[in-house]
Protein backbone atom coordinates (compact mmCIF):
# COMPACT_ATOMS: atom_id res chain seq x y z
CA UNK A 1 0.00 0.00 0.00
CA UNK A 2 1.33 3.39 -0.88
CA UNK A 3 3.11 5.46 2.04
CA UNK A 4 0.72 8.62 3.38
CA UNK A 5 2.30 11.77 4.76
CA UNK A 6 1.03 14.25 7.35
CA UNK A 7 2.75 17.81 8.69
CA UNK A 8 1.42 18.13 11.92
CA UNK A 9 1.49 21.77 13.22
CA UNK A 10 1.60 21.42 16.83
CA UNK A 11 0.62 25.06 18.02
CA UNK A 12 -1.30 27.81 16.28
CA UNK A 13 1.15 31.11 16.23
CA UNK A 14 5.30 30.48 16.38
CA UNK A 15 7.17 32.55 18.95
CA UNK A 16 10.55 32.73 17.13
CA UNK A 17 8.90 35.19 15.30
CA UNK A 18 11.47 35.00 12.22
CA UNK A 19 11.19 38.05 10.09
CA UNK A 20 11.08 35.65 6.66
CA UNK A 21 8.02 34.07 8.19
CA UNK A 22 4.07 35.65 7.58
CA UNK A 23 2.56 34.44 11.28
CA UNK A 24 0.45 37.63 11.31
CA UNK A 25 -1.08 36.48 8.39
CA UNK A 26 -1.53 32.84 10.27
CA UNK A 27 -2.58 34.47 13.41
CA UNK A 28 -5.00 36.71 11.42
CA UNK A 29 -6.29 33.73 9.55
CA UNK A 30 -9.32 31.03 9.93
CA UNK A 31 -6.56 28.33 11.92
CA UNK A 32 -9.27 26.62 13.87
CA UNK A 33 -10.54 26.71 17.25
CA UNK A 34 -7.56 25.19 19.43
CA UNK A 35 -4.33 26.22 19.91
CA UNK A 36 -2.12 23.73 20.43
CA UNK A 37 -2.68 19.49 20.06
CA UNK A 38 -3.17 17.41 22.48
CA UNK A 39 -1.85 13.84 22.84
CA UNK A 40 -5.52 12.38 22.72
CA UNK A 41 -6.50 14.39 19.46
CA UNK A 42 -3.13 13.12 17.53
CA UNK A 43 -4.18 9.63 18.68
CA UNK A 44 -7.38 10.10 16.46
CA UNK A 45 -5.04 11.75 13.76
CA UNK A 46 -3.04 9.22 13.06
CA UNK A 47 -5.42 6.59 13.31
CA UNK A 48 -7.26 8.42 10.56
CA UNK A 49 -4.53 9.09 8.32
CA UNK A 50 -3.26 5.43 8.39
CA UNK A 51 -6.60 4.13 7.79
CA UNK A 52 -6.96 0.71 6.12
CA UNK A 53 -3.76 0.04 7.47
CA UNK A 54 -1.60 2.35 5.56
CA UNK A 55 1.88 3.13 6.22
CA UNK A 56 2.38 6.71 7.49
CA UNK A 57 5.46 9.08 7.41
CA UNK A 58 4.84 11.66 10.04
CA UNK A 59 6.57 15.71 9.80
CA UNK A 60 6.31 17.85 13.14
CA UNK A 61 6.86 21.03 10.98
CA UNK A 62 3.99 23.62 10.06
CA UNK A 63 3.76 27.05 10.78
CA UNK A 64 5.14 27.23 13.99
CA UNK A 65 8.27 25.40 15.92
CA UNK A 66 7.18 21.87 17.12
CA UNK A 67 9.37 22.14 20.39
CA UNK A 68 7.20 25.27 21.34
CA UNK A 69 4.56 23.23 23.21
CA UNK A 70 4.89 21.42 26.95
CA UNK A 71 4.00 18.06 25.20
CA UNK A 72 6.09 18.08 22.41
CA UNK A 73 8.16 15.04 23.57
CA UNK A 74 5.25 12.97 24.42
CA UNK A 75 4.01 13.27 20.67
CA UNK A 76 7.52 11.89 19.40
CA UNK A 77 6.75 9.03 21.50
CA UNK A 78 3.46 8.50 20.16
CA UNK A 79 4.40 8.34 16.79
CA UNK A 80 7.11 6.15 17.93
CA UNK A 81 5.14 3.63 19.07
CA UNK A 82 2.24 3.71 16.41
CA UNK A 83 2.51 0.40 14.49
CA UNK A 84 1.85 2.09 11.01
CA UNK A 85 4.15 5.32 11.69
CA UNK A 86 7.40 3.94 9.91
CA UNK A 87 8.87 7.31 10.13
CA UNK A 88 8.74 10.66 11.72
CA UNK A 89 10.84 13.75 11.47
CA UNK A 90 11.22 17.14 13.32
CA UNK A 91 11.74 20.64 11.74
CA UNK A 92 12.96 22.75 14.18
CA UNK A 93 15.36 25.48 15.88
CA UNK A 94 16.12 23.33 18.72
CA UNK A 95 13.87 25.80 20.59
CA UNK A 96 14.80 25.45 24.41
CA UNK A 97 15.36 21.78 23.77
CA UNK A 98 18.05 20.87 26.85
CA UNK A 99 20.66 17.94 26.84
CA UNK A 100 18.76 15.44 28.51
CA UNK A 101 15.78 15.59 25.64
CA UNK A 102 18.64 15.12 22.93
CA UNK A 103 19.78 11.95 24.98
CA UNK A 104 16.21 10.80 25.00
CA UNK A 105 15.23 11.65 21.11
CA UNK A 106 18.03 9.84 20.39
CA UNK A 107 16.28 6.83 21.57
CA UNK A 108 13.64 6.94 19.10
CA UNK A 109 14.80 5.38 15.92
CA UNK A 110 11.85 6.38 13.82
CA UNK A 111 12.90 10.01 14.55
CA UNK A 112 15.04 12.41 11.95
CA UNK A 113 15.78 15.53 13.15
CA UNK A 114 16.08 18.24 10.83
CA UNK A 115 17.25 21.35 12.58
CA UNK A 116 17.04 25.29 10.80
CA UNK A 117 19.93 27.51 12.81
CA UNK A 118 20.27 31.78 11.95
CA UNK A 119 20.55 34.38 14.03
CA UNK A 120 18.74 37.00 16.40
CA UNK A 121 18.13 39.58 13.69
CA UNK A 122 16.12 37.54 11.49
CA UNK A 123 15.12 35.03 13.90
CA UNK A 124 14.20 37.18 17.05
CA UNK A 125 12.95 34.19 19.37
CA UNK A 126 16.47 32.08 18.43
CA UNK A 127 17.59 30.18 21.29
CA UNK A 128 21.46 30.82 20.80
CA UNK A 129 22.07 28.27 22.98
CA UNK A 130 21.76 25.56 20.55
CA UNK A 131 25.22 26.50 19.76
CA UNK A 132 26.05 24.88 22.47
CA UNK A 133 24.19 21.85 22.02
CA UNK A 134 24.76 20.83 18.75
CA UNK A 135 28.01 18.56 20.07
CA UNK A 136 25.37 16.90 22.36
CA UNK A 137 22.59 16.54 18.99
CA UNK A 138 25.40 15.11 16.44
CA UNK A 139 26.95 12.67 19.14
CA UNK A 140 23.29 11.19 20.75
CA UNK A 141 21.23 11.93 17.16
CA UNK A 142 22.04 9.37 14.40
CA UNK A 143 19.73 10.91 11.24
CA UNK A 144 20.28 14.60 11.66
CA UNK A 145 20.23 17.15 8.92
CA UNK A 146 21.44 20.87 9.17
CA UNK A 147 19.82 23.90 7.20
CA UNK A 148 21.29 27.76 7.14
CA UNK A 149 17.99 30.02 7.25
CA UNK A 150 19.38 33.34 5.65
CA UNK A 151 18.54 36.20 3.44
CA UNK A 152 21.65 38.28 3.76
CA UNK A 153 24.78 36.23 2.07
CA UNK A 154 27.23 38.26 4.69
CA UNK A 155 25.25 35.65 7.29
CA UNK A 156 25.45 33.03 5.37
CA UNK A 157 28.76 32.56 5.74
CA UNK A 158 28.94 33.73 8.80
CA UNK A 159 26.53 31.18 10.59
CA UNK A 160 28.25 28.20 8.27
CA UNK A 161 31.46 29.09 10.01
CA UNK A 162 29.63 27.90 13.06
CA UNK A 163 28.63 25.01 11.45
CA UNK A 164 31.95 23.95 10.52
CA UNK A 165 33.13 24.67 13.54
CA UNK A 166 31.10 21.82 14.67
CA UNK A 167 31.92 19.45 11.44
CA UNK A 168 28.56 19.95 10.68
CA UNK A 169 26.77 19.20 6.88
CA UNK A 170 24.50 22.62 6.13
CA UNK A 171 22.54 23.34 3.28
CA UNK A 172 21.28 27.16 2.64
CA UNK A 173 17.39 27.62 2.61
CA UNK A 174 17.16 30.49 0.64
CA UNK A 175 13.76 32.72 1.72
CA UNK A 176 10.63 32.26 -0.32
CA UNK A 177 7.27 34.32 -0.16
CA UNK A 178 5.12 31.65 0.63
CA UNK A 179 2.58 31.55 -1.53
CA UNK A 180 2.26 35.21 -1.89
CA UNK A 181 1.90 35.41 1.90
CA UNK A 182 4.97 37.16 2.68
CA UNK A 183 5.04 40.63 1.40
CA UNK A 184 8.82 41.98 2.33
CA UNK A 185 11.85 40.52 4.53
CA UNK A 186 13.17 43.50 5.99
CA UNK A 187 13.73 46.80 3.38
CA UNK A 188 13.75 43.93 0.68
CA UNK A 189 10.04 43.71 -1.39
CA UNK A 190 9.38 40.49 -2.35
CA UNK A 191 8.04 39.64 -5.92
CA UNK A 192 3.94 38.66 -6.09
CA UNK A 193 4.39 38.06 -9.76
CA UNK A 194 0.35 37.40 -10.50
CA UNK A 195 0.13 33.81 -12.57
CA UNK A 196 -3.14 34.18 -14.95
CA UNK A 197 -2.51 30.96 -16.08
CA UNK A 198 -3.82 27.40 -15.13
CA UNK A 199 -1.29 25.98 -12.76
CA UNK A 200 -0.31 22.68 -11.11
CA UNK A 201 2.15 21.17 -8.51
CA UNK A 202 2.85 18.01 -6.78
CA UNK A 203 1.91 19.21 -3.37
CA UNK A 204 -1.37 18.27 -4.41
CA UNK A 205 -0.89 15.58 -7.06
CA UNK A 206 2.24 13.34 -6.26
CA UNK A 207 3.00 14.49 -2.37
CA UNK A 208 0.23 14.78 -0.77
CA UNK A 209 0.78 15.63 3.02
CA UNK A 210 -1.24 17.70 4.38
CA UNK A 211 -0.82 20.41 6.63
CA UNK A 212 -3.08 19.39 10.10
CA UNK A 213 -3.68 22.17 12.44
CA UNK A 214 -4.42 21.61 16.02
CA UNK A 215 -8.19 21.10 15.86
CA UNK A 216 -8.06 18.27 13.19
CA UNK A 217 -7.72 21.13 10.09
CA UNK A 218 -6.00 19.88 6.92
CA UNK A 219 -4.67 22.13 4.53
CA UNK A 220 -3.68 21.32 1.07
CA UNK A 221 0.09 22.43 1.60
CA UNK A 222 2.91 24.02 4.02
CA UNK A 223 2.70 26.99 2.12
CA UNK A 224 -0.65 28.47 3.57
CA UNK A 225 -0.22 30.40 5.95
CA UNK A 226 -3.87 32.49 5.05
CA UNK A 227 -5.18 28.80 6.12
CA UNK A 228 -7.33 29.35 2.36
CA UNK A 229 -6.55 25.72 1.33
CA UNK A 230 -8.64 23.70 3.43
CA UNK A 231 -9.29 20.36 2.50
CA UNK A 232 -10.81 18.48 5.17
CA UNK A 233 -10.64 17.64 8.64
CA UNK A 234 -8.35 14.46 9.60
CA UNK A 235 -9.97 14.44 13.68
CA UNK A 236 -13.29 13.84 11.84
CA UNK A 237 -12.64 11.98 8.86
CA UNK A 238 -10.26 9.51 7.19
CA UNK A 239 -7.28 10.33 4.75
CA UNK A 240 -9.21 8.89 1.85
CA UNK A 241 -11.99 11.71 2.31
CA UNK A 242 -9.37 14.43 1.99
CA UNK A 243 -10.53 17.27 -0.42
CA UNK A 244 -7.35 17.75 -2.99
CA UNK A 245 -9.92 17.62 -6.01
CA UNK A 246 -11.87 20.68 -5.21
CA UNK A 247 -7.87 22.37 -4.83
CA UNK A 248 -7.09 20.94 -8.06
CA UNK A 249 -9.88 21.98 -10.19
CA UNK A 250 -10.02 25.35 -8.97
CA UNK A 251 -5.82 25.75 -9.84
CA UNK A 252 -6.47 25.68 -13.21
CA UNK A 253 -9.31 28.60 -12.91
CA UNK A 254 -6.31 31.28 -12.49
CA UNK A 255 -9.32 33.93 -11.38
CA UNK A 256 -10.61 31.48 -8.40
CA UNK A 257 -8.33 33.47 -5.98
CA UNK A 258 -6.39 30.80 -4.52
CA UNK A 259 -2.41 31.24 -2.76
CA UNK A 260 -1.58 29.07 -5.78
CA UNK A 261 -1.68 32.07 -8.17
CA UNK A 262 0.09 34.57 -5.84
CA UNK A 263 4.00 33.45 -7.25
CA UNK A 264 3.91 30.05 -5.20
CA UNK A 265 7.70 29.06 -6.05
CA UNK A 266 6.15 25.51 -6.47
CA UNK A 267 3.34 26.19 -9.01
CA UNK A 268 3.69 25.32 -12.63
CA UNK A 269 2.18 25.96 -15.71
CA UNK A 270 -0.54 23.26 -16.16
CA UNK A 271 0.37 21.78 -19.26
CA UNK A 272 -2.12 18.93 -19.17
CA UNK A 273 -4.86 22.06 -19.82
CA UNK A 274 -2.82 23.24 -22.55
CA UNK A 275 -2.80 19.98 -24.35
CA UNK A 276 -6.10 19.23 -23.51
CA UNK A 277 -7.31 22.41 -24.93
CA UNK A 278 -5.15 22.48 -28.14
CA UNK A 279 -6.81 18.39 -28.64
CA UNK A 280 -10.41 20.27 -28.31
CA UNK A 281 -9.28 22.71 -30.69
CA UNK A 282 -7.93 20.32 -33.37
CA UNK A 283 -11.24 18.35 -33.00
CA UNK A 284 -12.97 21.64 -33.55
CA UNK A 285 -10.97 22.09 -36.17
CA UNK A 286 -11.18 18.72 -38.14
CA UNK A 287 -15.40 18.60 -37.36
CA UNK A 288 -15.58 22.65 -39.12
CA UNK A 289 -13.55 20.99 -42.23
CA UNK A 290 -16.13 17.87 -42.18
CA UNK A 291 -18.63 20.16 -42.49
CA UNK A 292 -17.74 22.74 -44.92
CA UNK A 293 -16.67 19.77 -47.03
CA UNK A 294 -19.91 18.30 -47.23
CA UNK A 295 -21.48 21.62 -47.56
CA UNK A 296 -19.37 22.15 -50.41
CA UNK A 297 -20.25 18.86 -52.13
S1 LIG B 1 10.71 29.09 13.38
FE1 LIG B 1 9.68 28.51 11.49
S2 LIG B 1 7.52 28.69 11.93
FE2 LIG B 1 8.60 29.82 13.53
S3 LIG B 1 8.63 31.94 12.86
FE3 LIG B 1 10.53 30.93 12.15
S4 LIG B 1 10.09 30.17 10.07
FE4 LIG B 1 8.14 30.64 11.07
S1 LIG C 1 0.58 25.80 -5.84
FE1 LIG C 1 1.71 26.42 -4.03
S2 LIG C 1 0.15 27.32 -2.68
FE2 LIG C 1 -0.92 26.10 -4.19
S3 LIG C 1 -1.20 24.08 -3.25
FE3 LIG C 1 0.66 24.01 -4.49
S4 LIG C 1 2.32 24.48 -3.10
FE4 LIG C 1 0.41 25.15 -2.14
Known sequence: MAYRSIEMNLRVGCPIRCNFCPQSTFLNSDCGTKKVLSAEDFRVILDNASYQNAPIEVYFAGMSEPLAIPNWFELCQIAQSHPLVTYFSIFTTGYKITVEQIKALGQLNKLYLNVHVGDR??????????????WAIKKYIPLVHFEEVAFDVSKFTEINKKLDQHGLKYHFQP????????????QVQLSHK?????????????????????DGTALACCNDYGCELKIGNLLHQKWDELD??????MQKNADSGLPCFRDCHLAVKDKSLTSKSLDLLNSWLVRTKNRLSTSIQ
Not at 121 to 134: A, C, N, S, V
Open 244 to 249: YKKIIA
Open 121 to 134: QDMPGFDEEIWDKL
Open 194 to 214: KSNCAVTCDKVHEKKRPVILP
Open 175 to 186: IISRAGNLESVG
